[in-house]
């Protein structure tokens, strides 16, 4: 199997806050030196690039990644969109200019949007079905918008365009890189078309070889089963033995207890079951045990309606990099890596973690290269 080079990304908010930890200047305040600071520190700690991700509730994308990248010189940015709120071609452009900014450093990573909740709140009301079909059509307009050499047409479905034609292209080529979320049947053929990256969640082995050969089948139909990589989201809890990181990850589920007990996410109905796949099928790993595998903890998944990425490896780094390296021989080759206490842990990995890794599959390459 060839294999794509591995990539770590990280992932930057506007406040230091987490499933662990109060925002401390309270829900909407944007923490310009955290920014600043946990883009710095993921940048001297190794990562490739970082998540900006998307809530109908949270701040612009699009500011946080500008500032970010003007705070940064090397570091990449994943920039969270989700289509349907602005103009295909619009979107084409910001994003293209963006990444002119940023000196080529932009990926764009698609999601549909799994929860009517939030696609309401932005006045979106079309069923999931729809929202995967309306992002097929958009991502069709955005990806003519950045390549076209002439003004074209486009009659889709939802998106209808004459003599478009943007002036404002990236760099990279052919195009700014689409990564892509969701787990339904409809995401993966939606993916499987348009990803050159698809993002899973941390789910066990098993379920991870299964959603990588649904998805290289669906980009099969497009002749892109080769192109597209795989990329999957973890929490690494690190101890210097394997006691201390489990009693690490056992304070890490009082403290969420406590904070929930304190009151509810603003962001979905507490106790709603989660209407996205992704979550979903966190929330069925859980129910096969706290630990599935080795070392794959599915505790605060559970606590927290699975509501994101939040299933983690624990134990020392040496331990976390056998785990990784078990996903890498599935054909992951990026890790979404993320800690509960969002800066202190992104210098964590890039210390203890990160090297590791990076020297494991630097020796696996060399002894498969010299097999071939």
Known sequence: MTHHPLEFIGMIGTQNASETRRAPGGPGVIDKSFVSATARAHEYAGFDRVLIGYFSVAPDGFQVAAYAAHQTTSLKFLLAHRPGFVAPTLAARQLASLDQFADGRLAVHIITGGSDEEQARDGDFLTKDERYARTDD??????????????????????????????VRSDQAPHIPVYFGGSSPEAIRVAGKHA???????????????TIAAVRAAAAVHGRERHIRFSLSLRPILGRTEDEAWARAARYLETAKALRA?????????????????????????????????????????????????????GTPEQVTEALLEYWDLGISTFLIRGFDPLEDALEYGRDLIPLVRAAVAQRQTISEAAE
């Open 138 to 167: 958009y991502l069709d307009v955005v990806k003519k918008t950045w390549t076209s050499t002439k003004p074209f047409d486009h009659d889709g479905p939802y998106y209808r365009v004459k003599d478009s034609f943007a002036a």
């Open 196 to 210: 050159d990256v698809y993002a899973l969640w941390g789910e066990s082995l098993a379920e991870t070889r299964k």
């Open 262 to 314: 304190n009151g509810p996410s603003p962001l979905r109905r507490p106790d709603a079951p989660p209407q996205n796949a992704g979550s979903q099928r966190l929330l069925a790993e859980a129910a096969k045990g706290k630990v599935v595998d080795k070392r794959l903890w599915t505790e605060l998944a559970a606590l927290t309606g699975a509501q994101g990425n939040s299933t983690s490896l624990v």
